[in-house]
């Protein structure tokens, strides 16, 4: 037994419903506007499992991005305001691409989207239909096929000299407000992931189709979480690593309900950033 799985032995834990993957025939898809007549809008449906979620606060420093596939950071931030757009662009941008670029030792690292959420109760998580919701079902971002595509897609004319290197896709994520007890993440340790527990699955916009994984249930997964985190920590998250030498790749993640929230817990604020970065062969 690994010193890690030791300590998680002795780790408090919360008992949280999480949504797998249910079993479907073809490729799952969801589209990300309202379907063709007669069509669903996601064949992707959710199977609930019970499954322990383990209090990671203690040990945090034995996480590791490449190892777990996640790492929890102290991260302050000069925003004031994450609901205007131009201040994210003009003051979060930068400073966070300084920054993992430092973490991560990497040579270049370009931020291509964000997205900012808050809980509403009752809604869903449909875009441009009022605020994003808490994504509460297993996925990771991008795809073995996908994460190589992003590069593609952003940087088109350096696309085949960068893909020669190492690439990675890492989401920073962090509460606007904290402490955060509502709707808390749950990051799954990749090492715990085997291969065929990833599904790739269909998200189908109006002018592209993109790839995400959805995930199949195995009761190997060890699921942490890093309760009432605060607005100046974040979650480095690995979405994709083009690396195959063991290595962490990929990072199931969802927003789950935590039993032991109060019932006047502020509705969670966060926002999370998606980054391509490169390290030179």
Not at 121 to 126: Q, R
Request: hydrophobic fraction near 35%.
């Amino acid at each position: 037994m690994s010193l890690l799985e030791r300590k998680i032995e002795s780790l408090p834990f919360v008992l949280a419903e999480l949504n797998y993957l249910a079993p479907t025939d073809g490729k799952p898809r969801t589209y990300a506007f309202d379907p063709p007549p007669g069509e669903p809008k996601s064949t992707a449906l959710p199977e609930p499992h019970q499954v322990p979620v383990f209090d990671g606060r203690s040990i945090s420093d034995s996480f590791s991005l490449d190892r777990e596939g996640f790492a929890l950071v102290r991260h302050p931030t000069a925003v004031r305001d994450f609901y205007n757009d131009e201040e994210i662009r003009k003051v979060y941008y930068p400073a966070a691409e300084s920054f993992i670029r430092a973490t991560l030792r990497a040579d270049r690292v370009v931020i291509f989207d964000h997205t900012v959420r808050r809980r509403v109760d009752g809604a869903a998580d449909i875009r441009g239909a009022g605020p994003r919701q808490p994504a509460t079902r297993i996925h990771v971002d991008q795809t073995d096929a996908s994460g190589a595509n992003r590069v593609r897609e952003h940087l088109p004319a350096e696309a085949d000299e960068l893909l020669k290197g190492r690439v990675q896709v890492v989401n920073l994520w962090r509460p606007i407000r904290g402490p955060l007890r509502d709707s808390p993440l749950a990051l799954c340790d990749a090492a715990s992931v085997a291969a065929d527990d990833l599904v790739a699955s269909d998200l189908i916009y109006p002018n592209r189709r993109g790839e995400t994984y959805s995930v199949k249930f195995n009761s190997d997964h060890r699921w942490f979480y890093f309760p009432e985190m605060t607005a100046d920590q974040a979650l480095l998250l690995k979405c994709y690593d083009l690396a195959t030498d063991g290595r962490a790749r990929f990072a199931p993640h969802t927003a789950f309900v935590d039993p032991t929230t109060p019932k006047d817990a502020p509705p969670r604020e966060s926002i999370e950033l998606r980054t391509l970065v490169f390290h030179r062969p």
